[in-house]
């Protein structure tokens, strides 16, 4: 009896922690989302390619736990910027496409949990849904891969894990991207790989007045693309296999966090003339609230 009075504390305590430290940044559909809490992620990102390509993206999050089990994740890009270099006529000039991006919903269910002293594991699928939100043809010099949206519907559905303690953290998720065709053109079917570990660098020992806390954080991504297809011809400079190194650091209090992350490309197969990967960098600022609104 007083074993389970135990672990019940601390499961307590743990999701506590749990909505204090945040969760992993570049995947949320992994995230710890308890019932009746509501979190806001505002979150820009640049990333470089080769070839004079450049990308820059604010993504707003907010993530919503319905029921104990039950959780919705919405995702937008509100504002997008792709830069490339487009050469016509032997020459070469720089083209910018900005605009409204896409957006995902996704609905989670966990479908088991394990809490233990001090510690849970869970398993949750989520099916998706892209919504072609975008602008698809704000400069028709931009090819069509490089518009803000993508103009097409997908369906997006993976498997999540997640372990967390009160002193560290792990979360993955494996999942499929299938694409429609919109216009013509259609965007590669993606498979998709994600893991995170998070560690509490500070303080050393948690106690009942601690203000903040410091983790460092270490995410991967892989994404395996097939090639895109214009009026059913392949793009043969599409599609490949990428992964992504993610390093950073979480500064969390008990409503908000900030973190910083840097994509380093550990591995990448471009096919064709496709631009490859250099680098990318994101600030992240999250915000979390609980309400009585929940099954």
Do not use: C
């Not at 506590?16 to 806001?40: D, E, H, K, M, Y």
């Not at 509490?200 to 009942?208: D, F, K």
């Amino acid at each position: 009896m007083v074993r389970t009075i135990r672990a019940t504390i601390l499961a307590t305590v743990l999701i506590f922690v749990a909505g204090r430290a945040g969760a992993q940044i570049t995947f949320p559909g992994a995230s710890p989302i308890s019932a009746g809490n509501v979190t806001l992620v505002i979150k820009p990102e640049t990333m470089d390619f080769t070839g004079g390509v450049t990308s820059t993206v604010d993504k707003n999050i907010i993530s919503y736990g319905a029921s104990p089990n039950l959780a919705f994740i919405l995702q937008n890009n509100s504002f997008v910027s792709n830069s490339a270099t487009v050469t016509e006529a032997g020459r070469s000039r720089q083209v910018v496409a900005n605009g409204f991006g896409d957006t995902v919903l996704e609905s989670r269910y966990t479908i088991f949990q394990q809490d233990g002293p001090g510690s849970t594991f869970r398993i949750a699928p989520y099916a998706g849904v892209v919504m072609p939100t975008g602008m698809d043809n704000t400069n028709s010099a931009m090819p069509r891969g490089g518009q803000p949206g993508t103009g097409a519907w997908a369906t997006r559905d993976a498997i999540t894990m997640s372990y967390q303690t009160l002193d560290w953290a792990a979360a993955a998720e494996a999942g499929y991207q299938a694409n429609t065709t919109a216009a013509g053109y259609q965007f590669g079917n993606t498979v998709f790989a994600d893991a995170a570990v998070r560690y509490r660098l500070w303080p050393l020992n948690l106690g009942s007045e601690v203000p903040a806390e410091v983790y460092g954080l270490l995410e991967s991504n892989f994404t395996s693309a097939a090639a895109n297809r214009n009026a059913g011809q392949i793009n043969r400079n599409t599609g490949g296999q990428l992964l992504l190194v993610d390093p950073g650091f979480i500064y969390t209090t008990r409503t908000y966090s900030v973190t910083l992350m840097a994509f380093l490309p550990a591995f990448e197969q471009v096919h064709g003339n496709g631009s490859a990967y250099n680098y990318g960098f994101l600030a992240a600022f999250r915000y979390s609230l609980f309400t009585p609104h929940h099954w």
